[in-house]
């Protein structure tokens, strides 16, 4: 399990998790901006939950509201 950098909420990251060859949800989510992440919170050390990884894209602009 992970812990969201933002929240703090666990969660399951298919990469950081050591699941060799499997895409993880987030590789389904835009390219976010890294100055988008930085601002968050982000520092490309670990990985956002679900919920605020697509907050922060929706912010970005790149999911609907």
Do not use: Y
Not at 27 to 35: D, N
Request: glycine fraction near 12%.
């Amino acid at each position: 399990m992970s812990d969201c950098v933002k929240c703090g909420k666990s969660f399951h990251c298919a990469m950081a998790d050591g699941e060799n060859g499997q895409a993880c949800w987030c590789t389904a989510v835009p390219v976010i901006p890294a100055s988008a992440l930085a601002a968050a919170g982000g520092d490309g050390s670990a990985c956002f939950c679900p919920d605020c990884l697509q907050a922060i894209a929706r912010g970005a602009g790149l999911l609907p509201p």
